[in-house]
């Protein structure tokens, strides 16, 4: 099973995903301000740029955590709080029923789940696992069934919203699982997100965010050709996105994440691209709607000529900049 699913993640458009960066260090003097009475712990695996706040959201609500992320130092701000740090996502199966995974590929989740020391070495039945990673649809069916095998529950629940969403709060889960199990699943992402919406059944939260990010790659790019031509015509970019803010042209690419820089104030336009989610992040997420999209048979011909876009980003050398900034 493990060899198999290493090949269909292979397959899915991995190879565009580089080390992610690692989040700035920030101090959890206020997030530990906490009352654990009554909660239980839970395992959080991956503390990237987006798990990490995501991580710290768990901890406002009372949460304390179990954490490994395969990058030591993102633990060290967590270890410093008081939170316990294990050296495995085994180990994180052993000391914890309830469980939140983020990492950044397909790969780097059969690792987690199914590797030599992943959660299925030692988790315990009637566990809760939600994978919020962003991942082939096809291999979080496949790890479902590995985690029903050994008596536990997999949910998958990958998030749009970007970091700022993680930071405050407010991200949407799209959540794949047992029904019943829902609520359970709620009461976590609740912590983390002000949307959690049940999809059906697994696999259908990953198919819900790969439509999601198919329609926000081609609606950057589209974002980004309007605001260059209209530079070019002579138009000033803040009084266009502002036209185009209150016309039928309006997307979350021109009101929220603008891909000029000068125009809006704390996104990565405006920090040289830096942060927010990775172009090489864009392309792998492109790559999983090509394959889903050639499994069922859908034609995507914007889906298709995003994903190349993307991939020449890639290979021009903005493979670690954030995902808007294709209009240079």
Same mark, same amino acid.
């Given at each position: 099973?493990?060899?198999?699913?290493? *090949?269909?993640?292979?397959?899915?458009g991995?190879?565009y995903?580089?080390q992610?960066?690692?989040?700035?260090?920030?101090?959890?003097?206020?997030v530990?301000?906490?009352?654990?009475?009554?909660?239980?712990?839970?395992? &959080?695996i991956?503390?990237g740029?987006?798990?990490?706040?995501?991580?710290?959201?768990?901890?406002?609500?009372?949460?304390?955590?179990?954490?490994?992320?395969?990058?030591?130092?993102?633990?060290?701000?967590?270890?410093?709080?008081?939170?316990? =740090?294990?050296?495995?996502?085994?180990?994180?199966?052993?000391?914890?029923?309830r469980?939140?995974?983020? *990492?950044?590929t397909?790969?780097n989740?059969?690792e987690?789940?199914?590797?030599?020391?992943?959660?299925?070495?030692?988790?315990?039945?009637?566990?809760? *696992?939600i994978?919020?990673?962003?991942?082939?649809?096809?291999?979080?069916?496949?790890?479902?069934?590995? +985690?029903?095998k050994?008596?536990?529950v997999?949910?998958?629940?990958?998030?749009?919203?970007? =970091?700022?969403?993680?930071?405050?709060?407010?991200?949407?889960?799209?959540?794949?699982?047992v029904?019943?199990? &829902?609520?359970a699943?709620?009461?976590?992402?609740g912590?983390?997100?002000?949307?959690?919406?049940?999809?059906g059944a697994?696999?259908?939260? @990953?198919?819900?965010?790969?439509?999601?990010?198919?329609?926000?790659?081609?609606?950057?790019?589209?974002?980004?050709?309007?605001?260059?031509?209209?530079?070019?015509?002579?138009?000033?970019?803040? *009084?266009?996105?502002?036209?185009?803010?209150?016309?039928?042209?309006?997307?979350?690419?021109?009101?929220?994440y603008?891909?000029?820089?000068g +125009?809006?104030?704390?996104?990565?336009?405006?920090?040289?691209?830096?942060g927010? &989610?990775?172009t090489?992040?864009?392309?792998?997420?492109?790559?999983?709607?090509?394959?889903?999209?050639?499994?069922?048979?859908?034609?995507?011909?914007?889906?298709?000529?995003?994903? @190349?876009?993307?991939?020449?980003?890639?290979?021009k050398?903005?493979?670690?900049?954030?995902?808007s900034?294709?209009?240079?």
């Amino acid at each position: 099973m493990a060899a198999s699913l290493w *090949l269909r993640g292979a397959a899915s458009g991995l190879r565009y995903w580089s080390q992610r960066p690692r989040p700035a260090a920030a101090s959890l003097a206020v997030v530990c301000s906490r009352s654990m009475a009554s909660k239980t712990p839970v395992g &959080f695996i991956g503390l990237g740029n987006m798990g990490n706040p995501m991580a710290k959201n768990l901890m406002k609500h009372g949460y304390p955590l179990i954490i490994y992320d395969v990058f030591p130092d993102a633990c060290k701000e967590f270890q410093e709080a008081g939170e316990q =740090v294990v050296s495995s996502p085994a180990d994180v199966a052993e000391k914890a029923d309830r469980i939140i995974t983020m *990492l950044p590929t397909s790969i780097n989740a059969i690792e987690a789940y199914s590797g030599a020391n992943g959660i299925l070495k030692k988790v315990k039945k009637g566990s809760l *696992l939600i994978d919020s990673s962003t991942i082939d649809p096809a291999v979080s069916k496949e790890l479902a069934k590995e +985690v029903e095998k050994m008596g536990a529950v997999f949910m998958d629940a990958p998030v749009s919203g970007g =970091v700022g969403a993680a930071r405050s709060g407010n991200l949407t889960f799209m959540v794949g699982g047992v029904e019943d199990e &829902f609520a359970a699943a709620k009461e976590l992402l609740g912590c983390m997100g002000s949307n959690v919406v049940y999809c059906g059944a697994v696999g259908t939260g @990953q198919a819900a965010k790969i439509c999601n990010n198919m329609l926000l790659a081609i609606s950057m790019i589209g974002t980004a050709e309007a605001m260059n031509l209209g530079i070019r015509l002579g138009l000033d970019p803040k *009084l266009l996105a502002k036209i185009l803010n209150m016309s039928s042209g309006r997307c979350w690419s021109s009101d929220t994440y603008n891909p000029v820089p000068g +125009v809006m104030d704390g996104v990565p336009s405006a920090n040289n691209y830096q942060g927010g &989610f990775g172009t090489t992040l864009m392309a792998k997420d492109l790559g999983l709607a090509q394959d889903s999209a050639t499994s069922t048979k859908s034609p995507i011909l914007l889906g298709s000529l995003a994903h @190349q876009i993307y991939r020449v980003m890639c290979a021009k050398g903005y493979a670690k900049k954030d995902f808007s900034c294709g209009v240079r």
